[in-house]
């Protein structure tokens, strides 16, 4: 059974630096064409995908954010990590972790985390 | 602005079918990149509704179908049910924007 947990501060301070845990079981991230990405869901808006990283350490980043973002495994915790630095109240979102299926010459998010409210408020 | 675009919300009484589009370009849909569907209840994370255009996961209701051509997508559900009242967003891939999965803004189904 494949699940996800996000974990992480519910309030941060603006400028402050976000740190989130993704720990999931029931998959190896250690295997051939897995990914996790994080996505992120402001109140009462849509979807926004910010990273992702794969089985052999590839890393990709969302355009607007990547200067703000970095994402890293640990394979022997079974966990990925998401920092986003310099916080803004407009990052106030629900982050979301989610597990990639690569199929074909794209990817889609079989299994998803029930997600963490961050807050950025002073 | 989501690279992938979706009406806000469509409408239709129980036993109805509607359908919601999403409509990208070419350099996602219309390049060829498979189009994935979510259904999101409030408060709830999103759930795999289709995958690779109109494959269904396990566990989904045939009343949900889907398909794609040129640069658009959409996803139609018959019989609609009060239970079907949630959010839907369509979701492909972009190579325009190496590594990105690329979301529509999202679609509101009310059932009336």
């Known amino acids: 059974q494949v699940t996800l947990r996000e974990s992480g501060p519910a309030l941060v301070k603006p400028t402050q630096t976000l740190t989130l845990t993704c720990t999931f079981s029931?998959?190896?991230?250690?295997?051939?064409?897995?990914?996790v990405s994080w996505i992120r869901q402001p109140p009462g808006k849509a979807l926004e995908w910010l990273a992702r990283?794969?089985?052999?350490?590839?890393?990709y980043y969302s355009t607007s954010l990547k200067t703000r973002l970095a994402i890293s495994k640990d394979t022997s915790k079974n966990q990925v990590v998401l920092t986003m630095t310099n916080m803004d109240s407009v990052d106030t979102a629900t982050y979301y972790c989610a597990r990639g299926q690569q199929y074909r010459h794209g990817y889609y998010f079989d299994y998803w985390g029930q997600g963490t409210l961050v807050t950025v408020s002073s | 602005q989501s690279v992938l675009t979706q009406p806000p919300s469509v409408s239709g009484a129980p036993g109805q079918r509607v359908t919601i589009s999403c409509t990208g370009s070419?350099?996602?849909?219309?390049?060829?990149?498979?189009v994935h569907w979510y259904q999101q209840f409030p408060g709830t994370a999103p759930k795999l509704l289709i995958y690779?255009?109109?494959n269904r996961p396990s566990g989904v209701p045939d009343r949900f179908s889907a398909s794609k051509s040129g640069t658009s997508a959409s996803l139609a559900i018959t019989g609609l049910q009060a239970e079907d009242e949630a959010d839907y967003y369509c979701?492909?891939?972009?190579?325009?924007?190496?590594?990105?999965?690329?979301f529509g803004g999202g679609t509101k189904l009310t059932v009336l």
């Open positions: 690779g255009n109109s």
């Open positions: 070419s350099s996602n849909i219309g390049a060829g990149y498979d």
């Open positions: 979701q492909s891939y972009d190579s325009s924007l190496r590594g990105h999965a690329v």
């Open positions: 990283i794969d089985w052999d350490d590839d890393k």
């Open positions: 029931g998959f190896s991230l250690s295997t051939s064409g897995m990914c």
